[in-house]
């Protein structure tokens, strides 16, 4: 496939999704909230163990990027859980891959990547075929992903 023939085969609602998430993000962070969720996270996660934390951070933005555009979930949620990390005192780093990971998990609607809109439109796929297909990969990579990140990253206060 040609540059050209690419471009022509971008149709409107993919452009308008990848053009339309960054706004999101920025206006999250700039109106503080983005504090507010994490506070919010912060106070229903209160007493929870730390691997619990993160693994709830995944399965919110997971499920948020299935109606929303992972791109947009994933650079809104890393700042948030940057701050969660920085509120219970942990080091970030599996906190904030889990956002980015959970916001990566977008297989079961075709909203959720500017890629699966397009597969979509031109396959003719219909939203059934997405979800039968989209749900073990998703249930696959959640059980990795909450089993293997606390061992590379392990969530412990920051002294």
């Known amino acids: 496939m040609s540059i050209k023939e690419a471009r022509d085969a971008m149709t409107t609602p993919v452009i308008w999704i990848t053009v339309g998430i960054l706004p999101l993000a920025t206006a999250l962070s700039k109106t503080g909230a983005d ?4 506070e919010v996270f912060h106070n229903l996660t209160g007493n929870l163990p730390p691997v619990v934390i993160m693994i709830a951070m995944y399965l919110v933005c997971m499920i948020l990027t299935q109606f929303m555009s992972n791109m947009a979930v994933g650079s809104a949620f890393q700042t948030l859980a940057a701050v969660i990390a920085v509120q219970f005192g ?6 904030m891959l889990s956002a980015q990971e959970g916001a990566s998990n977008a297989f079961m609607l ?6 699966m809109m397009m597969g979509y439109e031109a396959g003719g796929y219909r939203i059934k075929d997405f979800v039968k297909m989209g749900i073990p990969v998703t249930i696959l990579m959640t059980i990795i992903f909450s089993l293997y990140t606390p061992m590379m990253f392990p969530l412990v206060p920051l002294r």
Do not use: K
């Not at 504090?35 to 994490?38: G, H, K, M």
């Not at 942990?90 to 906190?95: E, I, V």
């Not at 075709?110 to 890629?115: E, L, S």
């Open 90 to 95: 942990y080091d970030g780093r599996a906190m």
């Open 35 to 38: 504090q507010l969720i994490a």
């Open 110 to 115: 075709p909203t959720a990547t500017p890629a």
